[in-house]
Structure formats: C-alpha cells, structure tokens
C-alpha cells in the first residue's frame, strides 16, 4: 500500500510539473511571464500585419515581459495556421487568424494541414474590415447601375483577386451573378500584383479592402463605386454601400482575431482574454485601428467563438452556390 501511494504521488508530482512547464502564463499573476509571440500568415505591410504590430503595441502596456510579431507568409496563411496549431500549450504562441484561415479554409480546401474548429480556442477578435469594389479611373462609369450597364454590353469582362477562393474572389462571383454577366476571375499571387493589375487597367474591378484602396482612389487613379459593409466607411466619403447602390445581399467583412492552441489550460486562455480584452480598451489602440480603416473589435472569447462559427456555416453556403472546386 505504502508504495501504491509513493507511486500515486509521484504520478501526481510529475502532472502538476507538466502543468507547470506546459503553462508558464499561469504563473505569473495575470500576465506571461516569457515573451509572447504572436503568429501571422501575411507578410509585413499587408491588413493582417498592420492589426497585429498595433495591437502587439497594445498587448505591450498589458503583459511586460512583451509581445513579438512573427510573420510565417506562405499558402494564404494556412503555413502559419499549422505551426501554431501544433504549437506548446503554453500562453506563450499565439495566432493572429483572419476569415480566410479561420472560417472560409475549411470549405475552399479540399486538405487542410490543420482544422480550425478542433485545433485553436478563440481569445477574442481584435477588427474588421470591410471591402471596396474599385475600377480604374479611366473606365466611364461613375456608380454600381454605369457599371452593370457598361458591363452588360462587354464580351469579355476580367475581375482581380488576391487568390482562390478569397473573399474578393466570391465577392466578384457573386456580383457577377447579380449584375447578370459573365465576369472572369484573375487570381494574383499578392495584393500588390492585384493592384498593378487594376491601376494598370489590365482588369476592369476588382475588391479590395478598404485600407488598401482607399489611396488611390483619394489619389484619382481609381473609382470605389461601393463598400460591402453595413454602413458607408470614413476613409470613403460619399461611396455609397452595396445595398444602396441597389445590390443586395452582397454585404460582407474580413475579420482578424486572436487563438490560441486548442490544448491550452482553461487558466491560461482566461488570462490570456483578459489581457486581450485590456488591451482592446485601450483609446490609443482603439483610435489608431479606425485610422487605419478598421473597426476596433472586443476581444471576447464567447463572442469570437460564436462568429467563427456563423462565419464558417455562411461561407460554407457561399462556396457551395458558387461552385467553387476546393483547392486540392
């Protein structure tokens, strides 16, 4: 009996240093106690990147053994999706995922190296942003209803994307459905060839998000005609959105937020919130986020976890009425 129990303390022992070693965070009285290093899977300069250093600017005030942004680009973001995915359980790695890598991959990829669902616990969403659909300046038209008349009387119509199976992507598809005409999708390997493309007049619209956008039509080398969000967008003054252009139904938004490995202690990922939630109240941040074009989110687990999910199902109808083939 004596050595059952000596057997059942160690056990217990070397559990609660498993513990300790696999949730560092937890230690440390509401903060990390190692540098945090916040995973993301475009490159710098892109929408993704610009959310991630503000808010790691943020994360910063809250945990002060500090924040480190690590851009891991490749495969449309899944690359870093599954290193994080497959990362220690720790607080200490986390991924700054978006509506592709979260949401939409499942549907428009036939094998994922990771799945969202199972392999992350959501810490809260930190923005979002809507798309703007923009022509270049020198084709003549000035709204949606010039666009779908010049449009409906072209033989051949092309459309830039940023990829596949992106946003933008079935945002064209389905404006396409609606205006009535055949439109052909041009995919580009990154915004910046999508954006010579268009500035360069070799495709005739294009969506884009309203950060990138909206310079060049503040510059007069390209017309927004319409945003896909719910309201009209400040950067965007006088651009009406997609419902009151007369199109309906094609209103949608890209997100970014915070998860963490799946295995994570309960202890951990509460902490980890209330840091992110710290952060996201923060005026500084708040305001530096609406500067840039995005609408500052809550870093709310429950919440987060709910829209992943409704995300998930409403793409999963969008793909399926497209057609897309999923990506192999």
């Keep these: 009996m004596a050595s059952s129990h000596r057997l059942i303390g160690r056990r217990a022992a070397l559990a609660g240093a498993a513990l300790m070693g696999m ?58 999706a599954q290193e994080v995915a497959r990362a220690a359980p720790d607080g200490t790695t986390l ?36 798309f703007a659909f923009v022509v270049p300046a020198a084709l003549p038209v000035t709204d949606m209803a010039g666009f779908a008349a010049w449009a409906r009387g072209q033989s051949q119509l092309f459309m830039g994307t940023f990829g596949a199976g992106t946003p933008g992507h079935f945002g064209a598809a389905m404006l396409a459905t609606r205006l009535g005409v055949s439109a052909e999708p041009v995919h580009f390997r990154s915004t910046g060839e999508a954006m010579t493309a268009i500035l360069g007049g070799n495709v005739q619209g294009m969506f884009g998000t309203v950060a990138l956008v909206a310079p060049h039509v503040q510059g007069g080398r390209l017309k927004a005609l ?23 139904g094609l ?12 295995a994570t202690p309960e202890p951990v990922q509460a902490m980890l919130e209330a ?4 952060a996201m109240a923060s ?31 409403r793409w999963a109808e969008v793909v399926r009425v497209t057609g897309f083939r999923a990506i192999e």
């Design 275 to 278: 840091g992110l939630r710290r």
């Design 226 to 248: 319409a945003v896909t969000t719910a309201e009209p967008v400040a950067l965007l003054p006088g651009v009406p959105t997609m419902a009151q252009a007369g199109i309906e």
């Design 23 to 80: 949730a560092p965070a937890a230690r440390a009285q509401g903060a990390p106690d190692r540098p945090v290093r916040l995973v993301l899977g475009f490159p710098p300069g892109t929408a993704p990147d610009v959310v991630a250093r503000l808010l790691a600017d943020a994360l910063r005030e809250v945990w002060p053994a500090g924040v480190v942004v690590d851009n891991r680009a490749g495969a449309g973001g899944h690359i870093a």
């Design 95 to 130: 991924f700054l995922g978006e509506l592709g890598t979260l949401a939409m991959a499942p549907s428009t990829h036939a094998r994922l190296s990771y799945d969202p669902a199972r392999d992350f616990a959501p810490l809260g969403e930190v923005a979002s942003i809507g």
């Design 283 to 313: 005026p500084t941040l708040r305001a530096r986020l609406q500067e840039a074009g995005f609408r500052p989110g809550t870093g709310e687990r429950a919440a987060f976890a709910t829209q992943i999910r409704e995300e998930t199902a």
């Design 251 to 262: 209103g949608f938004v890209s997100w970014f937020g915070v998860v963490a490995p799946a």
